[in-house]
């Protein structure tokens, strides 16, 4: 805004402004009061958020991938690091995990047999370990191509127990300290989680009150 003129006695002398160049002023004035509020309030719906990419969570289940299990001495079951889709429209992440089996419930003349475990599931936030787990684990379909007939059917029966297992205790990312020192210095938390095309976006809201 430019600098008002001093003040001098010859102003007395000139002629007072028109009403209209006095509006004109007025409306130029809260045109710049009204920008300057733009620029340094923030928007009311801007909320911080954390996002976590697919990279990040494959990383942190190879880290806990594979797991082995054993079903009665009969079948060995070694469950690998899944592939991991987005579905943005159910909220929920599917994972085509590989499963390789061994034992003497194989056909025989087989050393083992191959297949997969296809599972979608939600996600929720822990806050006593900061960290993102699975939850709402459904089965899609568990497919082990190679097993006696007596033995596939019995994994069926099987299927949600190693679903929950291989996933229902394993952290998917976990939030470091100062990922979280923003938003707690705010006096927000973690929130809803939403999964999106890009990732994970974690949003924040206001910690209750005591």
Request: hydrophobic share 40%; net charge positive; glycine share 8%.
């Amino acid at each position: 805004m430019p600098t008002p003129p001093r003040l001098s006695a010859s102003i007395s002398r000139s002629p007072p402004p028109s009403r209209r160049a006095f509006c004109r002023t007025l409306g130029i004035l809260s045109g710049a009061v009204g920008l300057g509020a733009l620029l340094v309030a923030p928007p009311a719906q801007a909320q911080p958020a954390y996002t976590i990419t697919t990279p990040q969570i494959e990383e942190a289940l190879a880290e806990k991938l594979p797991r082995r299990y054993r079903l009665g001495g009969l079948l060995n079951l070694e469950v690998q690091v899944p592939a991991l889709r987005l579905l943005p429209a159910q909220n929920r992440i599917n994972a085509v995990l590989p499963v390789l089996a061994s034992g003497l419930a194989v056909s025989e003349g087989a050393r083992d047999a191959a297949g997969s475990l296809d599972v979608d599931f939600a996600l929720r936030y822990e806050p006593s370990d900061r960290t993102l787990r699975a939850q709402q684990i459904h089965v899609n379909a568990l497919r082990i191509d190679g097993l006696r007939s007596a033995a596939a059917e019995m994994l069926n029966g099987y299927a949600q127990q190693l679903a929950t297992q291989s996933l229902g205790e394993v952290v998917l990312h976990t939030l470091r300290p100062q990922d979280l020192a923003l938003a707690d210095g705010l006096g927000m938390q973690p929130g809803p989680i939403t999964v999106t095309e890009r990732g994970l976006r974690v949003e924040f809201v206001r910690k209750p009150v005591p």
